[in-house]
């Protein structure tokens, strides 16, 4: 007799994530949330309106966060011209000034934000596991999902079918 697949064999903590890894958003609308950046400046789902925006959950001290930054900056580098913005949110247990330090020596080209209390986590689906990644369209809807490293060939694809789009 071969085994089954029973789900409701799945304890109650992993069953979370491994519909969180899934990869899609079910396109909900971006949360409500204040962005404070490295810069002191705030910044706010209302003033991306209109623009594909990636927000990426990371830290400094996650080895996959920092590799895969470099395909960050060459995504952002390659779309910005044409609507597109990336905000990198250090989770709440990097210290600021080792986000700081990365940002500068990395020379990271698009908004970098601390979430020193957890509650941009929080608001965008008790992210957990970095890095994670959104990409919100210019409806402000989350039209996807990943958690861990993105294949970024389908991610250019994607960012190509929503920057098309009108």
């Given at each position: 007799?071969?085994?089954?697949?029973?789900?409701?064999?799945?304890?109650?903590?992993?069953?979370?994530t491994l519909t969180a890894l899934s990869g899609c958003a079910g396109g909900e609308q971006a949360p409500a949330s204040t962005f404070r950046l490295l810069d002191g400046r705030t910044l706010t789902p209302a003033e991306w309106q209109g623009r594909v925006v990636l927000v990426n959950f990371w830290a400094t001290t996650c080895a996959s966060c920092v590799k895969e930054m470099p395909q960050?900056?060459?995504?952002?580098?390659?779309?910005?011209?044409?609507?597109?913005?990336?905000?990198?949110?250090?989770?709440?247990?990097?210290?600021?000034?080792?986000?700081?330090n990365f940002a500068r020596t990395r020379q990271l080209p698009f908004p970098v934000a601390l979430d020193s209390d957890g509650a941009l986590a929080r608001a965008w689906g008790d992210v957990k596991l970095t890095p994670t990644t959104y990409v919100v369209d210019?409806?402000?809807?989350?039209?996807?999902?990943?958690?861990?490293?993105?294949?970024?060939?389908?991610?250019?694809?994607?960012?190509?079918?929503l920057l098309n789009a009108s």
């Open positions: 007799m071969t085994p089954r697949w029973r789900p409701w064999l799945l304890t109650a903590p992993l069953w979370p960050l900056v060459q995504t952002y580098q390659r779309f910005r011209e044409r609507g597109f913005e990336t905000i990198a949110v250090a989770m709440s247990y990097d210290r600021p000034e080792w986000v700081a210019r409806r402000s809807r989350i039209v996807k999902r990943y958690v861990g490293e993105p294949d970024f060939n389908a991610l250019a694809a994607l960012l190509e079918q």
